[in-house]
């Protein structure tokens, strides 16, 4: 309610103020932005402006700043804070700023054009906007066109100029009294049936005899036109042109009226918007109107979602933007499309109770929305609140630039910026190249925008006044702003503006200058405080003459003038006398408002008199300073030789009256001393620095600056007392920074690992000790700490030792085959990696090894027992080796035993058949052995244990699935 109650009484305010005619150049026109009224004619459309990097803004108090993307003099370095316009930094500046306006092409190619009372002028990437056969460079620069000196069309002066508008390619401008005239290097846009050129004025025409009269607002895009007339209907030509008739868009090179939007009012402001970029496979131009009625209408290409009517769809007749809620718009104050850049079309709408939305192309996050922000060609987005803003914002103006989008929100002195931040284009003073997605007022620079926060006020006074009259300010203002000022640095007070724009200070009965001192301004219209520096001062007439110089006695003395330096006339008294030094009075006339003044002539006497002077120095060598040409006493002469400030001189002071006597003065001059001091450092990054000695080892005190700073390397400089003859001295301390050691990586190690060893020595060159000592067992935290030499810090790491493991095996046989058969309680072995080794040669890599395949393949090669080397690798890297000696590695029953103690053969060895029961007979079929669940266990003996004699037995044997019989000899030889 509050926020309504605001808008309400703006528009009140305008309704009752008086326009401000554009043609006049005001310093700030105020209507713009969610301030503006209805007044068509009146609207300050550029008071701020944004290409695709690059911003410009017209300030409150008529100045103008630039910054971003190619906008330093050159034209080619990028200006990263707001430069302020002016012929300190842009030297080719000549006459007052009336206009500026820019244009882009989606890339690296952006130019300023700059509207002064001396005429055009321009700057940046030749062709982005004007031939760059009009053009000598990027920086810049004044232009002429086809012979005219200040570059507009034959017949216009600067100051005929109402409105200049520039896209890419193309300058429109409006005259004041209604005639439009392009410069494009576009056919269509010129408007004048397809003829002339890129290095000429055109006149827009209706048809080959009319041209377009009546124009109050041109604008367009950078192939289109699009004009309102002050009859309130609105007209376009250019490449693919609408009319809002149904109809689909063609070329028009001459200017055809449109079809109004069905139920419009009247029409406040027109924009438009192109999408020459294409990736949608559309090039045409987008409409837009604002009426009376507070709707926005919209007209023609809709391939991003631009014309916020909530779909993509190409409109051949007038549409209605429309709410989230999918609701008709009825409260809109002020419209911003990508007008300036002809690529990725967008709109931006403020409401009347300070709401935002934007809709269309989000390339890099232009307009603060989340689809396509991360692609280059945006993606559609209908109308709704970009992120970043909250419901308590309230936003005074907006700009759809031609990669970015600017707001100013009320109460801020920062502006907001959302898109693609490159080349300065935020005015941060940083180049950084990031995208913003999200509305940012922290980072963007302080600015103010004619219009968009508040109206700089404007001081008159009454000066000059009589001794003891009243002097007066009038000030100018929005009517209900408060100011605070102070009159001659007192105490601070208060003044509210009147209802009509003007009130007054008085400073009654004022004998002596005042001066009013305005500090503040609560803006009634933002209800937000801005700081001022406004200064102005009432004079009290106080005559002022010029001084007349000493005479010799009896020289001519001409008359004292009867009108003062500040125009007030009067009488001197007593009558002239060159013979005496004689005070003169002035008494005004009589009726005369001042006081009287008074001037003392000095006589002097002839050859008597000598010029008095204070002696000068001892200076230091080098001191500048310059002997006096006037005495204390008022004798004016000249010095020689020349002044000489590195060596003592004595000079001659002659006086130009013949009168007075010629003295000399001796100048000491002291030679300077450097002092010295005993250098200190290098030192390490955070080290303990005292004070640097404020005493030279000459003697010599002083001071140094800046403060010590152990950080970073820093130049300090010495500055002598000012009663010392010394140079200045510098003394650089080198501090260099912290090293981090650096290590190979060393974090997982394999338990029990005796190869491993925590290096002392860091991968870049640092010396140090770890603590505690490294546990190959478990896993820990050490802690490396530098020697006490180093300049770096200390560091830690984590090193895991993996669990322990281990690995066993069995054997058995097969169908004849002997196999070994790796076991792990620890570990899954099928994830492990396996290496067998025979005679220090891989053989195997798996889990279960065939021997009896082995053997038969390297019978030759091979010893029994069998000595086999098997490796285990776990998934972090860890191994285990063991030793399997196969001492038997055959499956088949042994048909000899030979039990003469020889570790060799000495029994009837069946374990690998696992046998459930073995029966020994002699040749004559008598059991002589028999045991259940045999293994190894009979050498040649019977049940009783006594030794059988050699010879061949015969034997019966359960296995697990079979039972056989054979015979096994027993041979006892003898070693």
Avoid at 394 to 423: D, N, P
Avoid at 655 to 678: D, E, R
Wanted: net charge negative.
């Amino acid at each position: 309610m509050k926020k309504l109650l605001y808008i309400f009484l703006l528009a009140l305010l305008f309704l009752s103020s008086t326009s401000i005619a554009q043609c006049g150049q005001p310093s700030c026109n105020p209507n713009t932005g969610i301030l503006s009224n209805d007044n068509a004619t009146d609207i300050a459309y550029d008071n701020m402006g944004s290409a695709f990097h690059s911003t410009y803004i017209k300030e409150p108090n008529g100045g103008w700043k630039v910054w971003g993307e190619f906008m330093a003099n050159n034209g080619a370095d990028n200006a990263l804070t707001p430069q302020t316009f002016n012929s300190t930094n842009y030297p080719a500046l000549t006459g007052s700023i009336y206009k500026m306006g820019m244009g882009s092409d989606f890339g690296l190619n952006v130019q300023l054009i700059v509207l002064t009372s001396d005429g055009l002028f321009v700057l940046g990437n030749e062709g982005a906007v004007i031939s760059d056969a009009l053009t000598s460079s990027s920086v810049f620069q004044k232009i002429s066109v086809n012979g005219k000196l200040d570059g507009l069309p034959t017949g216009v002066s600067p100051d005929d100029v109402k409105m200049m508008f520039v896209a890419n390619r193309t300058i429109t401008i409006t005259t004041c009294i209604g005639e439009v005239y392009v410069l494009s290097q576009y056919v269509n846009i010129r408007g004048n049936g397809g003829t002339g050129n890129a290095t000429q004025w055109s006149r827009v025409m209706v048809n080959a005899t009319t041209p377009l009269t009546d124009v109050i607002v041109a604008r367009g895009t950078s192939s289109v036109g699009f004009a309102l007339k002050s009859d309130g209907t609105i007209w376009t030509w250019g490449d693919d042109t609408y009319l809002g008739d149904g109809l689909n868009p063609i070329d028009r090179n001459f200017a055809a009226q449109m079809i109004l939007p069905v139920g419009i009012p009247g029409i406040k402001m027109i924009q438009a918007t192109n999408s020459n970029y294409n990736l949608f496979g559309s090039t045409r131009v987008s409409y837009f109107v604002v009426g009376f009625d507070k709707k926005v209408y919209s007209l023609g290409s809709n391939n991003y979602g631009q014309l916020g009517d909530r779909t993509s769809t190409n409109r051949t007749v007038w549409v209605n933007a429309k709410n989230p809620d999918n609701t008709i718009i009825t409260d809109a104050a002020w419209i911003s499309s990508n007008e300036h850049d002809e690529n990725l079309a967008a709109l931006a709408v403020i409401k009347t109770n300070g709401v935002i939305y934007t809709a269309g192309c989000n390339s890099f996050f232009m307009i603060g929305r989340t689809e396509g922000g991360d692609l280059i060609e945006g993606a559609i987005n209908y109308l709704d609140v970009p992120t970043g803003i909250t419901n308590s914002d309230f936003i005074t103006f907006v700009e759809v630039g031609g990669h970015t989008c600017a707001l100013i929100k009320q109460c801020y002195s920062r502006y907001g910026y959302v898109g693609h931040r490159v080349r300065g284009s935020i005015g941060d003073g940083t180049d950084v190249n990031e995208t913003i997605s999200s509305y940012d007022f922290t980072s963007p620079p302080e600015i103010a925008v004619c219009g968009a926060q508040y109206l700089q006020p404007v001081v008159t006074t009454n000066s000059p006044i009589c001794p003891g009259q009243d002097a007066i300010y009038t000030v100018t203002a929005t009517p209900g702003d408060i100011l605070t000022y102070n009159i001659n640095g007192g105490a601070s007070q208060t003044i509210t503006i009147a209802a009509s724009g003007t009130s007054q200070i008085i400073v009654p009965n004022a004998t002596t200058n005042q001066q009013i001192n305005f500090t503040q301004i609560f803006s009634i219209n933002t209800t937000c405080e801005y700081n001022l520096a406004i200064v102005s001062i009432v004079d009290v007439g106080i005559p002022v003459f010029t001084q007349v110089p000493p005479i010799c006695f009896g020289s001519t003395l001409n008359p004292l003038p009867l009108v003062s330096n500040n125009g007030i006339v009067g009488t001197w008294s007593p009558a002239i006398n060159n013979t005496q030094t004689t005070t003169y009075t002035f008494t005004p006339t009589s009726g005369v408002c001042s006081t009287t003044a008074t001037m003392t002539i000095t006589v002097f006497e002839i050859n008597t008199t000598v010029a008095n002077f204070a002696q000068v120095g001892p200076i230091c060598a080098g001191d500048t300073i310059a002997l006096p040409s006037v005495s204390t006493n008022g004798v004016i002469g000249s010095w020689s030789p020349s002044f000489d400030n590195t060596t003592t001189t004595t000079y001659t002071f002659t006086p130009n009256l013949q009168c007075v006597n010629p003295i000399q003065m001796t100048v000491v001059v002291n030679p300077k001393v450097t002092p010295q001091f005993t250098p200190v450092g290098p030192i390490c990054e955070g080290t303990n620095l005292p004070n640097l000695p404020t005493i030279s080892t000459e003697g010599i005190t002083g001071t140094w600056s800046p403060a010590i700073n152990t950080t970073t390397t820093t130049t300090y400089t010495f500055t002598p007392s000012s009663n010392w003859c010394a140079n200045l001295t510098q003394m650089t301390i080198v501090v260099n920074p912290k090293l981090t050691p650096l290590f190979p990586s060393f974090v997982t190690q394999c338990y029990g690992t005796t190869n491993f060893v925590l290096p002392t020595i860091s991968n870049n060159g640092i010396s140090g000790t770890w603590s505690p000592q490294f546990d190959n067992t478990q896993s820990g935290t050490y802690t490396f700490t530098p020697n006490s030499q180093e300049c770096a810090f200390g560091t830690s790491a984590q090193i895991q030792v993996f669990a322990d493991f281990n690995f066993d095996y069995t054997v058995f046989c097969q169908n004849n085959d002997f196999f070994i058969q790796l076991q792990s309680d620890d570990v899954d072995l099928s994830s492990t990696i396996i290496n067998w080794e025979y005679d220090n040669a891989t053989i195997f890599s798996d889990v279960l090894f065939n021997v009896s395949n082995f053997l038969d393949n390297n019978l030759s090669n091979v010893q029994i027992p069998l000595a086999l080397m098997v490796t285990v690798t776990d998934t972090n890297g860890c191994d285990k080796t063991k030793m399997i000696t196969v001492n038997n590695p055959f499956c088949s029953i042994p048909n000899v035993i030979t039990p003469n103690e020889d570790e060799y053969n000495n029994y009837f060895d069946l374990s690998l058949l696992k046998p459930k029961h073995l029966i020994i007979f002699n040749r004559w079929g008598k059991k002589v052995y028999e045991k259940d669940n045999y293994l190894n266990e009979w050498y040649g003996q019977n049940d009783s244990g006594g030794k059988l004699p050699e010879g061949v037995y015969f034997y019966l044997v359960e296995l697990p699935e079979e039972t056989k019989t054979g015979w096994i000899q027993i041979l006892r030889e003898e070693n």
